[in-house]
């Protein structure tokens, strides 16, 4: 059973409870989008939105993913980011 290149790497034979993913989108994402996604934060540059979150699991990303869909905006890039290149624990 192959594995889908968006599934969580494994940590030391563990699987790691969150994920942190950064996705690029055409357009601005309405705030309202950013406020109703807990942890969601984004950044505006020329025509696109940077958004960074940290999700639970496929299920969740790809969640988002079609709530982005559902408000026009096309997303241009999903990168998978390694756990010490975040900064989202507080």
Known sequence: MSRSPLAAATVGGMQPTTQDYEIRVT??????LLDEISGLGGVSVDSSTTLVCQLEDSAELHGLLARIASRGLDVVEL??????ATHLEG
């Open 79 to 84: 990168r998978v980011l390694p756990a010490e």
């Open 27 to 32: 357009g601005m994402v309405p705030t309202d």
